[in-house]
Every structure is written in C-alpha cells, then in structure tokens.
C-alpha cells in the first residue's frame, strides 16, 4: 500500500536493528485515515472469505482491526495481555513472547466470544517472528476449534521468520507493507501483498 510505505518513510524511526518505530501513526498516535484504508483493503482481499469475527492483540492491533471489522460488519474481538477481575468466564489462552518488550504475555480470550462455527481473520499491527499469530491460532483453531481464514498484517519485517512459519502451516497473510531490510537508517521495501 503506497501511502502506508510513506507514511513509514516519513514518520518511521529505526530505533534497534531490527525494530522499527512507528508512534506517530500506529503504535501510539493513531492516523484514522490511514487505518481506515488499511482496513479497505483487508476488508476487500477477504470480503469472500465468510469472515464471521475479526480478532487481535491489545493494545496496537485494535485499531485497523475495528474499523475492519466494521467493513466486513461482524465484531471484533481483542486478546487481553492482562487478565481483567471482569474476565472470569472460561478463557482460551497462550504464552506470547514479545519481540520489543523481551517479556512473555498470556493473552486471553473469553471462551464464550469464539466458537466453533466462527471463521475468523486475525489483524495484527507487526509480524516479526510470528509469535503473537501463532498464539491467537493456537487459542482459535486448537483451543475453539474455530477456522482462521488468514492474516492482515500492517507491517511486515520479512528479514524475520514470521511469515515462513505461519506459511508453512498453512496461512494465508496479507501484508500491507513488507520491509526487506534496514540499510544506513533507511527503510527497504519487498513487494507487499497489497
Ligand atoms: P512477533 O510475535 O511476530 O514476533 O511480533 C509481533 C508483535 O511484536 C506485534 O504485535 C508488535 O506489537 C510487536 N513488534 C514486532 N516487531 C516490531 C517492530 O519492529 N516495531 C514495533 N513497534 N512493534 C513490533
């Protein structure tokens, strides 16, 4: 997506060699326009997909995976990474490594907002390593015995294992922007899926 690769170009700061940051637009400012035509497109690649809930990550997947689920018109459904005193139904769960913050998280989803009849596309705001999709997967397909239609993803690191691992088992991911590697503090791109 052109405008999200500006959008990279001229408010990303490559802050560790692998990590990009992203806060004026994404990971703590919020551009709506911007997410609203990210969501355009997943909405559009997997308009026949008979998605019947999209789901994320709190806190940065929230927003194109809201304004996504709106377009596609079902509910959006975020894992917590703490455990609310409100959440004492059942929950499916999974142990997440995060790639910035070194630290692993249990995410947790009520029970009773996926089940088995869902088909769902998980949104993410970054994949690196694949770590936090494989755990949504795990808690949506094992733990609900739901279906995972595919992966929305933002930005992709493709230098990183993410994608071959969740391709290799078998995921469709569309990934708005796809970078190829950091040279000299400047951003490369790969051709992105969308
Ligand atoms: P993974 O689980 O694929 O290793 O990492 C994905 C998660 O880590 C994303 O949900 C995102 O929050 C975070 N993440 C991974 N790489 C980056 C990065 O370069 N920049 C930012 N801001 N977040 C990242």
């Known amino acids: 997506m052109k405008e999200l690769e500006q959008a990279i170009e001229t408010f990303g700061h490559i802050i560790e060699p692998d990590i990009l940051k992203v806060d004026a637009f994404l990971n703590h400012q919020v551009n709506p326009k911007l997410m609203r035509a990210c969501a355009n497109t997943f909405a559009q690649k ?3 997909a008979g998605i019947t809930k999209v789901v994320t990550i709190e ?3 929230i927003a194109p995976a809201l304004y996504t689920a ?4 079902v509910p959006m459904v975020f894992a917590r990474k703490k455990a609310s005193v409100t959440m004492n139904e059942e929950v499916l769960q999974a142990e ?3 790639f910035t913050k070194k630290t ?3 995410i947790s989803i009520e029970k009773r907002f996926i089940s088995a009849d869902d088909t769902v596309l998980i949104i993410d705001d970054f994949l690196a390593n694949g770590q936090a999709v494989t755990g949504l997967i795990d808690m949506i397909e ?3 015995k739901a279906r995972v239609a595919g992966v929305g993803i933002v930005i992709e690191k493709a230098f990183q294992p993410g994608r071959k691992l969740l391709e290799d088992n078998g995921v469709t991911i569309v990934s708005l922007a796809r970078i190829q590697e950091f040279v000299d503090g400047h951003i490369v791109f790969a051709q992105a899926d969308a």
């Open 46 to 48: 997997f308009s026949q």
């Open 59 to 61: 806190s940065s997947g």
């Open 70 to 73: 709106e377009l596609l018109d």
């Open 96 to 98: 997440v490594f995060s």
């Open 104 to 106: 692993t998280n249990r």
């Open 142 to 144: 094992t733990q609900a």
